[in-house]
């Protein structure tokens, strides 16, 4: 099985704090993906990336950096975190190809105070 | 722009009665479809998927048909258990890159 780990399941940080969310998958995608999840927003796509060094903006990209030096590792980094991005970050990879489907990892509950 | 709209929850139902949720989308092209389910506290797994006109995904008694005349892919059970109770979400993606648009999401409560 596809195994997706983010490192933290649970973070707290102060407001103007930089953060970073890591996620490794262990099944050589060539895709990965950074989501936050909100109550009545559903998942919203920040960054993705297709391969090494590559990234594309998502929809909502804004406060966000992210970094993929290797395969098998996709970092989101909140250069200065903010209360707004108090947020449920789901980390996903996934093959080429329109009929592979995502692989979510468990999620990082992030909480900027 | 490509989007997917489900129906909002929550969704109640006792023990073995059917489940519909409705799931629509529009796009232009030839996407593929999917159901993924969040069950608390975890990320989204993938429930079932179709990738073409007319397809059926199922998967643990879950059923979904891509019906492209109705840009439709609903989701249905015949027989909810207790745990089934969960977030589902329909998505669809079109791209080589997997850029998926997803639902809002419909929460099923299923009660003994």
């Known amino acids: 099985d596809v195994k997706v780990t983010q490192s933290s399941r649970y973070l707290v940080k102060r407001t103007g704090e930089k953060v970073f969310l890591e996620c490794v998958q262990d099944?050589?995608?060539?895709?990965m993906f950074w989501y936050r999840q909100d109550p009545g927003l559903g998942l919203r796509l920040i960054y993705f990336?297709?391969?090494?060094?590559?990234?594309e903006k998502g929809d909502i990209p804004e406060g966000y950096s992210v970094s993929r030096e290797k395969k098998e590792r996709f970092s989101l980094i909140l250069e200065s975190a903010s209360t707004n991005q108090t947020s449920m970050y789901l980390c996903?990879?996934?093959?080429?190809?329109?009929?592979?489907?995502?692989?979510f990892g468990n999620g990082t509950r992030l909480t900027v105070t | 722009g490509d989007s997917v709209t489900q129906m909002e929850g929550p969704v109640t139902l006792s023990e073995e009665a059917c489940l519909t949720i409705?799931?629509?989308?529009?796009?232009?092209?030839?996407?593929?479809l999917f159901w993924y389910v969040q069950y608390p506290g975890e990320g989204l797994q993938l429930l079932l998927k179709?990738?073409?006109?007319?397809d059926k995904g199922s998967n643990k008694g879950f059923e979904a048909t891509y019906r492209k005349e109705t840009t439709s892919f609903h989701l249905e059970k015949g027989s909810v258990q207790v745990s089934d109770s969960a977030v589902y979400f329909c998505?669809?993606?079109?791209?080589?890159?997997?850029?998926?648009?997803f639902g809002s999401g419909t929460k099923l409560n299923v009660k003994p």
């Open positions: 996903a990879s996934s093959l080429q190809g329109i009929t592979s489907p995502l692989h």
């Open positions: 099944m050589d995608h060539e895709n």
């Open positions: 990336s297709y391969d090494v060094k590559m990234k």
């Open positions: 409705n799931c629509t989308y529009t796009a232009t092209g030839y996407p593929s």
């Open positions: 179709a990738t073409k006109a007319d």
């Open positions: 998505a669809l993606t079109k791209y080589n890159f997997n850029k998926f648009y």
